[in-house]
Every structure is written in structure tokens, then in C-alpha cells.
């Protein structure tokens, strides 16, 4: 069975620029949450969505958005980059977003680098 | 607020000796506790969690943690490592509530010395 799968796996953009990154969920999970892991440190929440809805929200300024299609898919874009942005971005997938200790499962990442 | 702190940010330890990660948690409020594992070049991968029950809670590839409420504490260890452990371990933490808003410690780098 397929894991969690993110697309592009390196990016590079430059600063002002927006981008859109995506994540496919394991087959049968409704819940994809995201997280931005810059080097050196640990991963820090940026939302969870649950049945194409937003469930939680970390403290990241509104450029950064994100949605759910029907077939639970994600899409995180983010507005006006900055060198900070720069960063790994991790999806993590799990079968139901309201119900505490569900695991969740992290794909590979999304390596972006804003010049 | 919940936050997670790992006093050591690398721990260096020759195959085949036991190692202890250590992980502390703030919380006001009931807590689930995880540590994951990161290989390089790749997404985490869950080595165990604790949601109730047992305090000593056992996980993949030989490693288990121990829950300790009084300190706000649930360190990972293992008897004996490989060189294969080496690594970078997140303790994580999720307070109780209606999403699952996980919370990160900033990692330790294992290293295991042949």
C-alpha cells in the first residue's frame, strides 16, 4: 500500500513568489495535517484539515492557507515568500482528525528553499 | 500552553551500550506523548506513544518509554543499540481538545559509534 506522497520534492522559488505544495493521504485516511520543519529544529504545526474542513490552525500568518478536496488530497500554498519560509514541509495523514492518540503517518517532504 | 523540551540536542553512544533520550512536557491539562524517528532525507515514522494505561509503554525496533506524571517526564530508551538507531528522535506531545494540534521537541541526533 502506498504511504503518504507529497509533490514537488525540492523546490526552489524566490522571495515574493507563492507557491503550492501537495500531499495525497494513505488510501481510507480523511485527515491530513501540515507541519514546517526548518533545520535544526522540530516540525511546528501549521493546520489540520478533517473531512475538507479546517480543524486547527498554528500560529502562521495568514499567508500561508491550505484546503481539502473530496478525495482528501491537500494543497498548502504560501503568499509573498520569505527567506524564512525556507524550510522541509511535511504532510502526515491519519483516518479520523478528531479523536486524540490517532497516528498519524508522515510522508517524505517537501524540501523548499526561498532565495 | 504545551511545550516539549530535549535537553540534549546529540547523543553519542557505541553500538551494542543502552541509551536513554530524555523528554520533558509541560502541560496544564492531560497529555498524549509520542516519540518519532527521523532517518535522513525522510518523513517521521511513530516508535511509540503513550495514551493511558501502563505508565512503561514499549515500541518498535527494541525501544520503549516510561510516562512519569509526577516529573513530566517520558524518556525513551534502549538496551542495546545498532548502528542502524542512528538518527534524529522528536518527543511530541497532544493535549486533550477537538484537532490534533502535535507539539515537537526540538530533536536529538543519535549517533552510534561502531
Known amino acids: 500500500d502506498a504511504g503518504v506522497t507529497q509533490s514537488p520534492t525540492h523546490l526552489i522559488k524566490t522571495r515574493g513568489q507563492q507557491v503550492t505544495l501537495r500531499c495525497s493521504p494513505i488510501?481510507?485516511?480523511?485527515?491530513v495535517s501540515w507541519y514546517q520543519q526548518v533545520l535544526g529544529q522540530g516540525p511546528q504545526f501549521i493546520f489540520q484539515?478533517?473531512?475538507?474542513?479546517?480543524?486547527g490552525r498554528g500560529n502562521f500568518p495568514d499567508r500561508f492557507s491550505a484546503r481539502q478536496f473530496p478525495n482528501y488530497s491537500s494543497e498548502l500554498n504560501v503568499n509573498a515568500l520569505l527567506l524564512g519560509d525556507s524550510a522541509l514541509y511535511l504532510c502526515?495523514?491519519?483516518?479520523?482528525?478528531?479523536?486524540?492518540?490517532?497516528?498519524?503517518?508522515f510522508g517524505p517532504g517537501t524540501r523548499l528553499t526561498v532565495l | 500552553a504545551q511545550s516539549v523540551t530535549q535537553l540534549d540536542s546529540q547523543v553519542p553512544v557505541f553500538e551494542e551500550a543502552p541509551v536513554e533520550l530524555r523528554c520533558n512536557y509541560s502541560s496544564s491539562v492531560s497529555v498524549y506523548l509520542f516519540w518519532y524517528v527521523q532517518y535522513p532525507n525522510q518523513g517521521l515514522q511513530l516508535l511509540l506513544k503513550?495514551?493511558?494505561?501502563?505508565?512503561l509503554v514499549k515500541g518498535i525496533n527494541g525501544f520503549e518509554a516510561e510516562f512519569n506524571k509526577s516529573q513530566t517526564s517520558f524518556h525513551l530508551r534502549k538496551p542495546s543499540v545498532h548502528i542502524s538507531d542512528t538518527a534524529e528522535y522528536f518527543c511530541a506531545v497532544i493535549t486533550s481538545g477537538g484537532y490534533q494540534k502535535v507539539t515537537f521537541g526540538t530533536g536529538t541526533k543519535l549517533q552510534v559509534i561502531p
Open positions: 502526515a495523514s491519519s483516518l479520523v482528525g478528531d479523536r486524540q492518540g490517532s497516528e498519524q503517518f
Open positions: 484539515y478533517y473531512e475538507k474542513e479546517e480543524r
Open positions: 503513550y495514551l493511558s494505561g501502563s505508565t
Open positions: 488510501s481510507g485516511h480523511k485527515s
